[in-house]
T-cell receptor, first 113, second 112 residues
Framework: QQQVKQSPQSLIVQKGGISIINCAYE??????FPWYQQFPGKGPALLIA?????SEKKEGRFTISFNKSAKQFSLHIMDSQPGDSATYFC????????????FGTGTRLKVLA | DTEVTQTPKHLVMGMTNKKSLKCEQH?????MYWYKQKAKKPPELMFV???????INESVPSRFSPECPNSSLLNLHLHALQPEDSALYLC???????????FGQGTRLTVV
C-alpha cells in the first residue's frame, strides 16, 4: 500500500526546545525519504532527505533518524526557533517505474517565542 | 539555479473559462510533476512527465489537461472547472539520479 502516516498533526514547542515529527510507511518499494517545509501560501521547500541505507543524517539543526526494519523515520529540529513555525511534510519516493512522491498528512509546528 | 517558476501566482476563473498554468525549470530535470493542494492537506499528485512523456495520470478529470512542450516547460490547461477545483496547484521537478524534487511557489486558483 502506498501510504505514509505522519504524527502529530500539530505541535507546539517552546523556543530552544526540540521538535520531533514521526512518519511510518508500509511500502518497501520506497527508496528516498525527503522532508519538506511549507509556509502559508508558498510551495513546499526541501529541507533534508535520507536514503534507507543510512540510519541518520544531520544538517545544521535538522536531523533525520531512519529505522528501516520498523519502516519509520523522524525529523528532529534542535533549538527550535519561531521562524521554524510552518507545516512539515514527510514524503517517500516510489521506485516502481517513474518516480512518484507520496506525502504524509503534515504537521503544523508552532514555536513559541 | 534551483528554481521552479510558476505563473501566474494567482488566478480567478469562471466555470466556463479556459485558462492555462505554466511551469518552467532550467535545472536539466527530466521529470516534472503537477500536484494539487487543498488547505491544510498534503499535496496530491496529479500528473508526472518523464522525458517529456506523460507517465502517470492519477485518474484526474479530463477538465485538467497537461502538456509538456519541451524538457523545461510544463503546462496545465484548465477548462470547465468546478468551484471544488479551487486549490493551490504546485509544479515540481526532479532528476532521477539526484532524487531531490524541487517545488515551485504554486498558483492559487479560485473557480467562481
Amino acid at each position: 500500500q502506498q501510504q505514509v502516516k505522519q504524527s502529530p498533526q500539530s505541535l507546539i514547542v517552546q523556543k530552544g526546545g526540540i521538535s520531533i515529527i514521526n512518519c511510518a510507511y508500509e511500502n518497501t518499494a520506497f527508496d528516498y525519504f525527503p522532508w519538506y517545509q511549507q509556509f502559508p501560501g508558498k510551495g513546499p521547500a526541501l529541507l533534508i532527505a535520507i536514503r534507507p541505507d543510512v540510519s541518520e543524517k544531520k544538517e545544521g539543526r535538522f536531523t533525520i533518524s531512519f529505522n528501516k526494519s520498523a519502516k519509520q523515520f523522524s525529523l528532529h529540529i534542535m533549538d527550535s526557533q519561531p521562524g521554524d513555525s510552518a507545516t512539515y511534510f514527510c514524503a517517500a519516493r516510489t521506485t516502481s517505474g517513474t518516480y512518484k512522491y507520496i506525502f504524509g498528512t503534515g504537521t503544523r509546528l508552532k514555536v513559541l517565542a | 539555479d534551483t528554481e521552479v517558476t510558476q505563473t501566474p501566482k494567482h488566478l480567478v476563473m469562471g466555470m466556463t473559462n479556459k485558462k492555462s498554468l505554466k511551469c518552467e525549470q532550467h535545472m536539466g530535470h527530466r521529470a516534472m510533476y503537477w500536484y494539487k493542494q487543498k488547505a491544510k492537506k498534503p499535496p496530491e499528485l496529479m500528473f508526472v512527465y518523464s522525458y517529456e512523456k506523460l507517465s502517470i495520470n492519477e485518474s484526474v478529470p479530463s477538465r485538467f489537461s497537461p502538456e509538456c512542450p519541451n524538457s523545461s516547460l510544463l503546462n496545465l490547461h484548465l477548462h470547465a472547472l468546478q468551484p471544488e477545483d479551487s486549490a493551490l496547484y504546485l509544479c515540481a521537478s526532479s532528476r532521477g539520479e539526484n532524487t531531490e524534487a524541487f517545488f515551485g511557489q504554486g498558483t492559487r486558483l479560485t473557480v467562481v
